[in-house]
């Protein structure tokens, strides 16, 4: 209430108002710090200016003021204005729609639920060993052709020896399973954050004039600048992001439409490889590819359409939503259904099943990705939608 809390405090204070169960005593504790008993309908009104003052995480000022916490809801179109009314409200919380959840639900009667997702990865040396990250404790792991690697804190750094010459290039594999994710340091400084399941290539030393790594999956980046040895990211053999010093996020998930790269600071240039057609109508399609490429200003989106013939297309992008996962959260806003599901399948390492196909719903808010499955599940089952979890890490969605 005095606005003196620290980043990690402040982070604390979320989770314990994600926390269905916990929520009761947080709301008893600000009542003995205040002195007074607040009536149910002011709860909300006085955690909200608090909840809104304090941050996620210790997010880039960029974005220039803490996200609002937004409960997710069903947005159909035509839908009754009640239930808008109902699930708007600025604040996180999750009294709000506890009322709504049918006690009897399928949800409800789950007696397994899945743990969110954590730091870790499996890194694959030249040599081909295969070393799991979050089962270590800090130190050298490793030394490859004169760079030694380096593990402190749940965080990777590849620090090649000044001055070093390299006989040849050797070639490392940081893969973040399902339910995983981790960030590493590259031996030119360049941090990169890995989502969950999602891999990077990248030697152990850069050689030559040129800087260049493959991706899978999701990153964001924030790479060193050096004019002298431009920066390149391969994406699933189909698109190359090549940075000219800056910050940015390439969404390249196989099973996503679209293969995004999001510009937050600096520029990049996006080139695009799709298979085009020989110019004989009547002759079957060729194999050739042709590139088509854009350079990006900060806040654009370029997008190349997975396993299509299509020009690579630009738009604004939505900064939030896109860093949404680096900063811990979920961001729903303007998502199907399908979409919401691919997320929380790769972050708690599930399986969906539709049981009687895919509804066509759209949905808008934010959630903390802290939160365990069931908890996330208990929010979205406040709309037409329902689920359950069932063994083997299945999750069936029910109409």
Same mark, same amino acid.
Request: aromatic fraction near 8%; hydrophobic fraction near 40%; proline fraction near 4%.
């Given at each position: 209430m005095n606005n003196q809390l620290t980043v990690e405090e402040q982070q604390e204070f979320h989770v314990l108002l994600n926390d269905a169960e916990q929520y009761p005593n947080v709301l008893a504790a600000f009542e003995t710090l205040g002195g007074e008993v607040y009536a149910s309908e002011e709860a909300d009104e006085t955690l909200l200016p608090l909840l809104q003052r304090a941050p996620l995480a210790d997010k880039p000022e960029m974005t220039g003021q803490a996200p609002v916490r937004r409960l997710p809801f069903l947005r159909k179109w035509g839908w009754a204005a009640a239930i808008l009314v109902m699930l708007s409200a600025g604040a996180y919380i999750w009294r709000s729609y506890l009322s709504l959840v049918d006690q009897d639900s399928p949800l409800s009667q789950v007696g397994t639920d899945v743990a969110p997702g954590r730091d870790g990865?499996?890194?694959?040396?030249?040599? +081909?060993?295969?070393?799991?990250?979050?089962?270590?404790?800090? %130190?050298?792991?490793?030394?490859?052709?004169?760079?030694? =690697?380096?593990?402190?804190? %749940?965080?990777? $750094?590849?620090? @090649?020896?000044?001055?070093?010459? #390299?006989?040849?290039?050797?070639?490392?594999?940081? #893969?973040?399973?399902?339910?995983?994710?981790?960030?590493?340091?590259? /031996?030119?400084?360049?941090?990169?954050?890995?989502?969950?399941?999602s891999s990077i290539t990248f030697p152990t030393a850069f050689t030559g004039n040129e800087r260049?790594?493959?991706?899978? %999956?999701?990153?964001?980046?924030? !790479?060193?600048?050096?004019?002298?040895?431009?920066?390149?990211?391969?994406?699933?053999?189909?698109?190359? !992001?090549?940075?000219? %010093?800056?910050?940015?996020?390439?969404?390249?998930? +196989?099973?996503?439409?679209?293969?995004?790269?999001?510009?937050?600071?600096?520029? =990049? $240039?996006?080139?695009?490889?799709?298979?085009?057609? $020989?110019?004989?109508?009547?002759?079957?399609?060729?194999?050739?590819?042709?590139?088509?490429?854009?350079?990006?200003? /900060?806040?654009?989106?370029?997008?190349?359409?997975?396993?299509?013939?299509?020009?690579?297309?630009?738009?604004?992008?939505?900064?939030?939503? !896109?860093? @949404?996962?680096?900063? +811990?959260?979920?961001?729903?806003e303007d998502a199907s259904l399908q979409e919401v599901m691919r997320q929380l399948a790769r972050w708690y390492d599930i399986e969906v099943v539709y049981e009687k196909g895919i509804p066509d719903i759209r949905f808008v808010g934010e959630m903390s990705r802290d939160m365990t499955l069931a908890g996330v599940l208990k929010a979205l089952d406040a709309t037409n939608v329902h689920f359950r979890i069932v063994e083997n890490r299945r999750l069936v969605v029910e109409p």
């Amino acid at each position: 209430m005095n606005n003196q809390l620290t980043v990690e405090e402040q982070q604390e204070f979320h989770v314990l108002l994600n926390d269905a169960e916990q929520y009761p005593n947080v709301l008893a504790a600000f009542e003995t710090l205040g002195g007074e008993v607040y009536a149910s309908e002011e709860a909300d009104e006085t955690l909200l200016p608090l909840l809104q003052r304090a941050p996620l995480a210790d997010k880039p000022e960029m974005t220039g003021q803490a996200p609002v916490r937004r409960l997710p809801f069903l947005r159909k179109w035509g839908w009754a204005a009640a239930i808008l009314v109902m699930l708007s409200a600025g604040a996180y919380i999750w009294r709000s729609y506890l009322s709504l959840v049918d006690q009897d639900s399928p949800l409800s009667q789950v007696g397994t639920d899945v743990a969110p997702g954590r730091d870790g990865a499996i890194l694959t040396l030249a040599d +081909g060993r295969k070393i799991i990250l979050d089962s270590l404790g800090n %130190g050298t792991i490793a030394n490859q052709n004169g760079t030694a =690697v380096v593990l402190n804190n %749940g965080q990777l $750094k590849y620090e @090649a020896a000044a001055g070093k010459g #390299y006989a040849e290039q050797q070639w490392n594999t940081m #893969y973040t399973p399902k339910g995983r994710q981790f960030n590493v340091t590259l /031996p030119d400084g360049t941090r990169v954050w890995l989502n969950a399941a999602s891999s990077i290539t990248f030697p152990t030393a850069f050689t030559g004039n040129e800087r260049r790594i493959q991706l899978t %999956g999701e990153a964001y980046f924030e !790479v060193t600048k050096d004019k002298t040895k431009p920066f390149f990211v391969k994406i699933n053999d189909q698109a190359e !992001v090549e940075v000219l %010093g800056t910050s940015f996020n390439v969404n390249g998930y +196989g099973d996503e439409p679209n293969i995004s790269t999001t510009l937050l600071e600096g520029s =990049v $240039k996006v080139k695009s490889e799709v298979r085009g057609q $020989k110019s004989d109508a009547n002759a079957p399609a060729s194999d050739h590819l042709s590139l088509t490429s854009a350079v990006l200003k /900060p806040g654009q989106q370029a997008q190349i359409v997975n396993d299509a013939v299509t020009t690579l297309t630009l738009k604004q992008a939505d900064i939030d939503k !896109v860093m @949404a996962w680096r900063y +811990g959260a979920f961001d729903f806003e303007d998502a199907s259904l399908q979409e919401v599901m691919r997320q929380l399948a790769r972050w708690y390492d599930i399986e969906v099943v539709y049981e009687k196909g895919i509804p066509d719903i759209r949905f808008v808010g934010e959630m903390s990705r802290d939160m365990t499955l069931a908890g996330v599940l208990k929010a979205l089952d406040a709309t037409n939608v329902h689920f359950r979890i069932v063994e083997n890490r299945r999750l069936v969605v029910e109409p």
